[in-house]
């Protein structure tokens, strides 16, 4: 292997692109990829049940502020749901590895782990020995700088409470000017988030997609070593 940078940048070009395929987001765009299967259609017919729930919660809301709380049941319900489609999608692999045996949670990733691998295999573009470089590589790229000594100066805390209480006043009287519900922000800001929660391991971040990629390498070297 050439071990300059620009052929380093490649092999992580082309893990990146493994990785999109064999991520979570991956699996899950791999339930609908073809329109007309049965797989697809319950998928679809999931999330159309699943927003009208969502309706249904608001309108229980101008009653309860707390029916609130059932969006927390509901997006517990759709992240195993996905997991339970991934599984059986993945259902042969996942019978040849014993994944039954591990904890229903951690399933996906190991489906993910072992998708890549196999690509890894079939393309040989990656030898063994190519891991450890790959992964001092990254180490390397995120190298920290601390740029949140900023936000600890006393002056900017400052600025940014005092903005902070302006902007939240703003949006206050934004809403009673335009007459909107309250409880309907409140519902905006609550789904937002646990949908966010639930879902973030489908959203990475450079950082966390680096990270799982380096233990998919590690983890394929482990096991070419058996």
């Known amino acids: 292997m050439n071990n300059t940078p620009m052929s ?7 893990l990146y692109g493994i990785h999109d395929e064999t991520n979570r987001g991956g699996l899950v765009k791999a339930l609908h990829k073809d329109k007309f299967s049965l797989e697809a259609f319950i998928y679809y017919g999931t999330i159309i049940l699943v927003a009208l729930f969502t309706l249904y919660i608001f309108h ?27 599984e059986r999608k993945y259902k042969k692999l996942c019978d040849l590895h014993n ?27 990656i030898k063994k020995d190519d891991v450890d470089i790959l992964v001092d590589w990254e180490k390397i790229e995120n190298i920290k ?15 940014l409470t005092m903005t902070a209480g302006i902007f939240s006043n703003y ?13 309907a922000v409140l519902f ?17 971040t450079s950082t966390k997609r680096n990270k799982e990629i380096c ?12």
Do not use: C
């Not at 994944?99 to 690509?119: E, G, M, V, W």
């Not at 700088?145 to 600025?159: A, N, T």
């Open 60 to 86: 229980l809301s101008e009653k309860s502020v707390g029916a609130l709380l059932l969006v927390i049941p509901e997006l517990w319900i759709i992240y195993s749901w996905i997991n339970i489609m991934i």
């Open 145 to 159: 700088h601390d740029l949140l000594s900023f936000f600890k100066e006393p002056v900017v805390l400052i600025v």
């Open 99 to 125: 994944l039954k045996k591990y904890h229903f949670y951690q399933r996906p990733k190991f489906i993910s782990y072992l998708l890549f691998a196999d690509k890894l295999n079939t393309s040989g573009f």
């Open 171 to 183: 949006i206050k009287i934004q809403i009673e000017a335009e007459n909107i519900p309250l409880k």
């Open 215 to 226: 233990q998919f390498l590690q983890w394929w070297k482990l096991d070419r070593l058996t």
């Open 8 to 14: 380093l940048l490649k092999l992580w070009g082309e």
């Open 188 to 204: 905006f800001i609550f789904f937002t988030l646990f949908f966010l929660w639930a879902f973030s391991d489908t959203m990475k």
